[in-house]
C-alpha cells in the first residue's frame, strides 16, 4: 500500500512503480522497431560498463595511493589511466553481445569490426566517449561516459562506412554521469528517462519520465578562458546576456554541463577558436548523442547558423564540431547574435 492506501502492484501511477533500467527496457521494446532482444542485450552491457566504471571512479584515488610505489600493480601490469580502462570495460562488455557489429571509440584510431556477416540477425554499431570530462578526476568532479547506437548498414562497401550516418539516424543514445550519484539518462527516440543508481540493490532505478528541458533559465556555460579566440557573433552573445544578468556555469566536463541543462535550462556552447577552428567536441561520440538527448527533451542543438547538429553529414569518425545546444529559447539566443552582422 502506499500513502493513500492504494495497492502498489495495480496503480500503474509512475510514482509509486519501481521501475529498472532493465525493466524499461524490456517495455520499451514492445514500442520499437529496434531488434528486441538483440538491442536490448547491448543496452545491458552498457549499464553494467557504467556500474563497473562508476565503481572505478569512486575507487581511483584510493587505488593511485595503495599503488604508489611504482607504476605496477601487484600483478605487474602497468598502472593505466582512468579513460583507458573505461574503454577496455565498454570493449569488453560490448564485445560479447551478438548484436553488436561495429564499436567506435573516441579512445581509438580505428573502429574495431566484431561482425559483418551481413546476412544474419540485424546489428548496430555503439560509439563511445568512455570518459568524459576526465582531467575532472583529479579533483573529484564530475566525468561521464557518452553512447550513440546506430543501425549497422551491411550493405556499406566497408563495414566502417557504415558508422558514417548522420545523427538524426541514431536509434538511441544516452550518457552515465558519475557524479554525487551515479545517473543513467537514455533516449530509444521516444522521449528521455533517467535512472540513478542504487548502490544498495545494485540496479539503475527510473526517477523521471519523459524529461523536458525548461524554458527561461538565464546561463550560459562555455569555457570564457577562449572568449579572444571566439567568433565576434559569440562574443556579441557574451556581451548580451553579461548586460541581461546571466549567470555562468562551466563544469569542464560536457555530460555533467549537459546534465545541468536538461534538469534546469540554459545553454552549453563550445565555439570555433584559433586553436581548433572546428571546436573541441567530437561529433560522432560527443556532440550527436547529447544533441538527440536534448531534442528528445525539446531543446535544440545546432552547429552554428543553419546548421543542425545530427543534420550533419560525416565524413570521418573522429571529425570535430562546434556546438551550441540547450533550451530552444536559450540558443535561439546565441543564434541571434550569430547571424547579426
Ligand atoms: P574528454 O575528457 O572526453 O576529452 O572531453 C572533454 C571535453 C568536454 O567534456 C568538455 O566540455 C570540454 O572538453 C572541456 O574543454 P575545455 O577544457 O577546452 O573547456
Ligand atoms: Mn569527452
Ligand atoms: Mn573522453
Known sequence: ????????????????RIMTLQAHILEEQAHQPLAGGT??????????SAKIIADKVRRARLENVLGSIGTENIQGEVQQKLDVIANEVLLRTLGGR???AI?????????????DDRHGIPRYCVLFDPLDGSSNLDVCGGVGTIFSILAHDGRAQRAEDSL????????????????????????LGRGVDMFVLDPSVG???????????????????VNEGNRRSFPDGYKRYLDWAQDNGYSSRYAGAMVADVHRILLKGGVFLYPPTSKSPQGKLRLMYEANPMAMLVE???????????????????????????VVLGATDQVDAVLAHLASA
Open 164 to 187: 558514417l550516418q548522420a545523427g538524426a539516424r541514431q536509434v538511441a543514445a544516452g550518457y552515465v554521469l558519475y557524479g554525487s550519484s551515479t545517473v543513467f539518462v537514455l533516449t
Open 103 to 115: 564499436v567506435a571509440s573516441e579512445e581509438n584510431e580505428e573502429p574495431v569490426i566484431l561482425r
Open 203 to 221: 540496479a539503475f532505478m527510473r526517477v523521471e519520465r519523459n524529461l523536458r528541458i525548461p524554458s527561461g533559465n538565464k546561463t550560459y556555460s
Open 39 to 48: 538491442f536490448s542485450w547491448i543496452l545491458s552491457a552498457l549499464s553494467i
Open 98 to 100: 551478438e548484436g553488436v
Open 1 to 16: 500500500m502506499n500513502s493513500a492506501g492504494e495497492p502498489l502492484t495495480h496503480s500503474g501511477r509512475d510514482d509509486v
Open 296 to 322: 528528445q527533451a525539446g531543446g535544440k542543438t545546432m552547429a552554428g547558423p543553419g546548421q543542425r547538429i545530427m543534420d550533419i553529414q560525416p565524413t570521418a569518425i573522429h571529425q570535430r564540431t562546434p
